[in-house]
């Protein structure tokens, strides 16, 4: 899926987009912004690690949410400035390119999706210290819904699937941080699964297309997929007895992934 499906009559405005100022001012400074933006995706990537892991249980467990979030507000909103700023001069350079591109459909779902968690959802979590109000609930069953609509593009689009490799090892480490009772089942199910495939790959070489290899690193996925929804659900649980703080866990783990998710669709327009 791609946004020139959804906008089809739009293809000559999009193409135009180069050509208009400022865009034809800056195109021939393109790079700063390129570096800018990806500091701009590691001072937010840190803020919502930072705040996530604390709706956890995990990282800065001596402060409280509310306090987390004071602290990170200033570096939030920065870090989110840079990141769309540069992000809508970086787009607007390359319009025609990803008005077809179906990995720009992931990432902007996905940032969609991430924005909402973060600023709808987490911090007013964090804000009433793992309070949950109605209006926060609907956000985040807002975001909730287009970051799975984003995987599910993601997981079964041609040329893209692979990059959902980074969310579920993205996934997989949070689940090492905050998990106590689970933490070496998922170490050693995600080493047995993916080890599996690299090594098999390492034996027949790199640039296999051998179809037994690619379906099973499909499976694999769908394995690791499933169970890793089976282990975090679990843990859960079994951390918190209230149904409040289980639904911010569940919120705070969805949010690191649809950030994850957001820069995996970004590293995997150049390959799709």
């Known amino acids: 899926m791609t946004f020139d499906q959804i906008f089809p009559g739009i293809a000559d405005g999009v193409a135009s987009i180069v050509k208009t100022w400022p865009f034809s001012v800056i195109g021939d400074v393109y790079a700063p912004f390129g570096a800018i933006h990806l500091v701009g995706l590691a001072l937010l990537g840190g803020c919502v690690i930072i705040m996530n892991l604390r709706l956890l249980g995990a990282g800065l467990t001596e402060e409280t949410p509310s306090t987390v979030e004071r602290n990170l507000r200033v570096w939030h909103i920065v870090g989110a400035s840079i990141v769309i700023g540069t992000g809508l001069v970086i787009g607007g350079l390359n319009a025609e390119r990803l008005y077809t591109s179906a990995a720009f459909f992931v990432k902007m779902i996905s940032m969609f999706a991430a ?24 956000w985040g069953g807002v975001a909730i819904a287009l970051f799975l609509f984003a995987m599910g593009v993601f997981a079964t689009g041609d040329g893209l699937n692979p990059g959902t490799f980074y969310v579920i090892a993205a996934a997989y480490a949070i689940l090492m941080i905050f998990g106590n009772r689970t933490r070496w089942i998922a170490g050693g199910a995600f080493t047995l699964l993916f080890g599996s495939v690299l090594i098999s790959y390492w034996v027949v070489g790199f640039a296999s297309e051998s179809i037994e290899l690619q379906t099973w690193s499909i499976v694999a996925s769908w394995i690791a997929g499933v169970l890793f929804v089976a282990l975090t659900g679990y843990e859960i649980w079994k951390q918190d007895a209230t149904p409040g703080g289980r639904i911010a866990r569940m919120i705070a783990v969805m949010s690191i992934l649809s950030w994850v998710a957001t820069a995996a669709g970004g590293r995997w327009i150049g390959f799709s």
């Open 115 to 138: 924005l909402i968690f973060t600023f709808g959802v987490v911090n007013s979590i964090a804000k009433a210290d793992g309070e949950i109000s109605k209006n926060t609930k609907i």
